[in-house]
């Protein structure tokens, strides 16, 4: 599966964005689906899980009570809506595929190319 993250941009902070991660080849609802992030000089992080049916989801503390991913396996296409958002948010937000369920960036078997979020304060 080819995968696009789109959606990012430049905000205040506390103001919002959408993004989106849709699948160009392949069937996204295969696929368990994470959205992860990296600022610079830092590591790749772990922002928020959806399982292929949108039943299961997780959280990174960091951005619990602000984010909600979500999930359209009808358009292909899952996504992640960042509220409150803060300087510390600022990062490349990538989302990426596994067939059944994981957490850590290594065990992904497809990336999307990234998206730049920029939030000032």
């Known amino acids: 599966v080819q995968l696009q993250a789109s959606g990012g941009g430049l905000v205040l902070a506390g103001g919002s964005l959408r993004l989106s991660c849709a699948a160009s080849?392949?069937?996204?609802?295969?696929?368990?689906i994470g959205w992860f992030r990296q600022a610079p000089g830092k590591e790749r992080e772990g922002v928020s899980y959806i399982s292929s049916s949108g039943g299961t989801t997780y959280y990174a503390d960091s951005v619990k009570g602000r984010f909600t991913v979500s999930r359209d396996n009808a358009k292909n296409t899952v996504y992640l809506q960042m509220n409150s958002l803060k300087p510390d948010d600022t990062a490349v937000y990538y989302c990426?595929?596994?067939?059944?369920?994981?957490?850590?960036?290594?065990?992904?078997?497809?990336w999307g190319q990234g998206t730049q979020v920029t939030v000032s304060s």
């Open positions: 990426a595929a596994v067939v059944f369920w994981a957490t850590t960036p290594e065990a992904f078997d497809y």
């Open positions: 080849r392949g069937t996204l609802g295969d696929y368990a």
